[in-house]
């Protein structure tokens, strides 16, 4: 049976309603599963960086690991434990840093300051610089939207999140 409101017929309508609405409903659901996906992401890199730090601080003090943990172990413990859920897990780049600006000398850090292949670029503000050593692991990751759509890159128009670097730095003292 038709309505018929003011003569005319609103057969139809909800239709056309539903089909004008879609497109809206589209990008909302893409919008959370990429944001959904970025969160994770930028949980991961957190993650893995701190895991880093730690087992530079902590990796000759364990029970099972007498030597002190090298940049290039803790670089390939990353990559191959923590990051690898990732989507492109290949692209993190893992950076260790050791700053010794302590007036003591042992072994640990001797071997650890031996073994460290990259510079510190960036100090980090210790108050008490004399005493400690400061342990850096940067992680940095590009992070691609897992449904990719139109983007208008001059004009700054994304439909969807643009590729994002995401870089997490944990820091912390050696004693």
């Known amino acids: 049976m038709r309505q018929m409101i003011g003569g005319k017929s609103r057969r139809g309508q909800s239709l056309l309603e539903f089909v004008l609405i879609l497109p ?3 990008l909302v659901f893409v919008n959370i599963v990429n944001f959904g996906a970025f969160f994770y992401s930028w949980i991961v890199i957190c993650n893995a960086s701190r895991t880093g730090v730690q087992y530079m601080v902590l990796g000759g003090s364990s029970i099972n690991n007498p030597t002190p943990a090298s940049p290039a172990l803790i670089q390939s413990l990353i990559k191959t434990e923590d990051v690898l859920s990732l989507i492109n897990s ?3 780049s893992v950076t260790t840093c050791i700053d010794n600006k302590s007036s003591g000398s042992d072994v640990y850090r001797s071997y ?6 990259s510079a510190c670029t960036t100090g980090v503000a210790d108050p008490e610089p004399s005493y400690y050593v400061v342990a850096t692991v940067d992680v940095t990751y590009t992070f691609q939207p897992l449904i990719a759509l139109w983007e208008f890159p001059a004009l700054k128009i994304h439909a969807t999140l643009p590729p994002t670097t995401i870089h997490k730095k944990a820091v912390m003292r050696m004693l």
Not at 112 to 117: D, E, G, I, K, V
């Open 112 to 117: 650890l300051l031996a073994s460290t292949t």
């Open 90 to 92: 290949a692209g993190v």
């Open 24 to 26: 809206l409903i589209f």
